[in-house]
């Protein structure tokens, strides 16, 4: 199974095998360069999109559906399969397709079908990225080149350095998402315990199922019972990427006790 943009936050004991892989590779220093492009006159072009393992994290899932123009029910049906971490929290699958090389479902001669709403994991290959928090809660991340043999984009000659590579790949937006998925993770491990059944579900809805989340805020009065501005409310209610922040803030409030951007009212 091709590794393609691995990357492995402390927090997701799943992604001890991915760890042990990055762990085997090259570091990629801030400001050290890589050669690399991908585009279709590459011989390998599309070889890579076939037989991958791909997380879908929250953020992943909501600009997928975006891009696709889907609701959540449908997006998760047909794109992914649902599990759950060693943790407790769940995690999406992107599902191949049913060819005998598992292909990606978004794959066209032409490239990928969903180019602006591809996940992080698209975006980020050639890199891998590991994550950890240390003892103060601070993000710490490194990145490693993962050179793999049939990849001919190492033969191009476009220079990168891990933070071009992230502004030209809109990564800043989706690793800064997807990082407090991974605090959230970092925590319920903190707790020794795997987060209850009924706890999980609720991140699904709040998490994946963003459309369903606003009727289930409003029909809870969910808002009404937080310190926040009109402006705030009407945000989350109206925008799924405000909505998706405020999921973030709202379940670490609810399962661990506070936040720090959300108080309840008196
Ligand atoms: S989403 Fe696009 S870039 Fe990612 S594996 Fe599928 S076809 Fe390839
Ligand atoms: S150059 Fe590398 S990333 Fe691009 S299609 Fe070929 S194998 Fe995939």
């Given amino acids: 199974m091709i590794k393609r943009s691995p990357t492995a936050p402390q927090a997701d004991p799943a992604a001890e095998e991915t760890q042990a892989f990055l762990d085997s590779l090259p570091e990629i ?23 991958l393992n791909m997380p879908l994290a929250p953020y992943d899932v909501l600009r997928l559906r975006q891009e696709l123009d889907m609701n959540s029910e449908e997006f998760i049906g047909y794109h992914t399969t649902v599990g759950q971490y060693p943790n407790g929290y ?6 191949m397709d049913a060819s005998p090389d598992r292909a990606c479902s978004f794959l066209t001669p032409a490239g990928c079908s969903v180019y602006p709403g591809r996940s992080a994991a698209c975006r980020t290959y050639p890199l891998g990225r590991a994550t950890r928090e240390d003892d103060n809660g601070t993000l710490v991340e490194q990145y490693f080149l993962v050179q793999e043999p049939h990849c001919l984009g190492f033969n191009e000659k476009s220079q990168w350095t891990t933070d071009t590579w992230l502004q030209d790949q809109e990564l800043v937006e989706y690793n800064r998402m997807n990082d407090r998925y991974m605090h959230l993770m970092a925590m319920q491990q903190r707790t020794g315990y795997p987060l209850a059944q009924k706890h999980a579900t609720l991140c699904i809805l709040a998490f994946y199922q963003l459309d369903r989340f606003a009727g289930f805020l409003e ?4 808002l009404d019972r937080l310190v926040l501005s009109d402006e705030e409310k009407q945000a989350i209610m109206e925008d799924e990427t405000a909505r998706l922040e405020f999921a973030f803030d709202w379940i670490e409030l609810v399962l661990y006790g506070s936040n720090a951007r959300l108080t309840i009212k008196e």
């Fill in 29 to 51: 220093k801030p400001g050290e360069s890589f050669q690399f492009a991908c585009h279709p006159k590459v011989a390998c072009f599309n070889a890579c999109c076939r037989d």
């Fill in 90 to 95: 769940p995690v999406l699958h992107l599902k």
């Fill in 219 to 222: 029909s809870m009065r969910v």
